[in-house]
């Protein structure tokens, strides 16, 4: 069974700062990895996502990259903003469902 | 395009009462997907429709739950009897074709149910 773990639960950091999010998954028997942000009372938005053949994906301050072989999976952001306060999710695709992780709650302090 | 449209975004009830939740999916979507998601347990797949028909609802709790697709634009996933343990934010999602791996899913903003 797909199981998927991010680590840290939290994470608070100064304005500025670059961090990096991580991501784990049990079977390497995916078809893509998504990274979404969820704002307090609001739904999901696709952030990057990741083909399973691709080894990473970006979008402005992001980053986000891809270790199939190991189950692992970062996103980086970079120059962290207030603005980018919000719970991180990643999500993998096997068998036609999205397998969300628990999330990252993220603070960035001003 | 307004994006996925969820109602009500709030419901209070009681144990025993029948739910039912709505979900308009972005127009042209083929596929619709509700979705589960509590502090215990994260969020989670219930069910998922592909051309209006379902085609896995292997997370579906038990037969209180039951959901419908009569059309492109309409979805309803209905709680009957609820109980307070259903207490959870409801999110519908759709995308474009839902069986390509490039496919992105587009949430609403949720429905935050309370069973008392």
């Known amino acids: 069974k797909q199981e998927v773990t991010q680590i840290p639960a939290a994470l608070s950091v100064p304005e500025g700062e670059n961090l990096v999010l991580n991501c784990s998954f049990t079977d390497s028997a995916i078809y893509n990895l998504q990274w979404f942000r969820q704002d307090p009372g609001k739904g999901l938005t696709s952030l990057l996502l990741?083909?399973?053949?691709?080894r990473e994906q970006t979008s402005g301050r992001l980053n986000a990259s891809l270790d199939k072989s190991s189950g692992r999976s970062t996103l980086y952001i970079a120059a962290s903003q207030p603005g980018d306060s919000a719970t991180y999710l990643c999500a993998v695709l096997a068998t036609n469902k999205l397998i969300f992780g628990t999330g990252t709650l993220l603070a960035v302090q001003p | 395009d307004a994006g996925v449209i969820q109602s009500p975004r709030h419901e209070v009830t009681e144990m025993g009462q029948e739910v039912t939740l709505r979900c308009k999916p972005i127009?042209?979507?083929?596929?619709l997907f509700w979705y589960r998601q509590t502090m215990m347990r994260g969020l989670e797949l219930l069910i998922y429709f592909n051309n209006n028909v379902p085609i896995d609802d292997s997370g579906m709790p038990e037969d209180r739950f039951s959901a419908k697709m009569p059309n492109a634009s309409f979805s309803t996933l209905k709680i009957q009897p609820s109980e307070p343990r259903d207490s959870a934010v409801y999110f519908c999602?759709?995308?474009?074709?839902?069986?390509?791996?490039?496919?992105?899913?587009?949430f609403g903003p949720g429905t935050r149910l309370t069973v008392l």
């Open positions: 999602a759709s995308s474009l074709l839902g069986t390509e791996t490039t496919d992105t899913q587009y």
């Open positions: 127009s042209g979507h083929n596929s």
């Open positions: 990741i083909q399973s053949s691709q």
